[in-house]
């Protein structure tokens, strides 16, 4: 799932890390100012990510953890560091596909409306989207 956070919304790993879950049935995420309700099938993974909780990052009970990715230190998240080392492991290599996702986003939405989705300030989504509608994309 932090993958596809920064595959597909150009998010960086310490933001993505502490990003926390909700109780609701429309699985939404807080990335920017304006929560992003995630469509199907990535609201069914943040769904199996909540339900199993367990495995690498997390330790103790986490079954009440407000975390979407656990720490293993009881309370905290994931160290971006971790989720970082086992995407390169996987062969998702974080900076150049985050840089590729904000290259699409900014393409295709006004800067206002990038920051205000995946919590760019404004100033950098005005240069990724100038960037972005300047270059060959």
């Known amino acids: 799932m932090a993958g596809l956070l920064v595959l597909l919304y150009g998010q960086g790993l310490t933001r993505a890390s502490r990003l926390t879950t909700d109780t609701d049935s429309k699985q939404t995420l807080s990335l920017g100012t304006t929560p992003v309700e995630l469509p199907p099938p990535l609201d069914d993974f943040v769904r199996e990510l909540r339900r199993s909780h367990r495995g690498h990052f997390a330790t103790g009970r986490i079954a ?57 300030h404004i100033e950098t989504a005005t240069s990724w989207t100038t960037h972005a509608n300047g270059s060959n994309h």
């Open 64 to 120: 009440d953890s407000i975390w979407l990715f656990p720490g293993v230190i009881p309370g905290n998240s994931v160290f971006a560091a971790t989720i970082s080392r086992h995407l390169v492991t996987l062969g998702t290599p974080v900076r150049p596909g985050q840089n590729a996702a904000l290259m699409d986003l900014a393409h295709r939405s006004p800067a206002a409306v990038l920051s205000q989705l995946i919590g760019l």
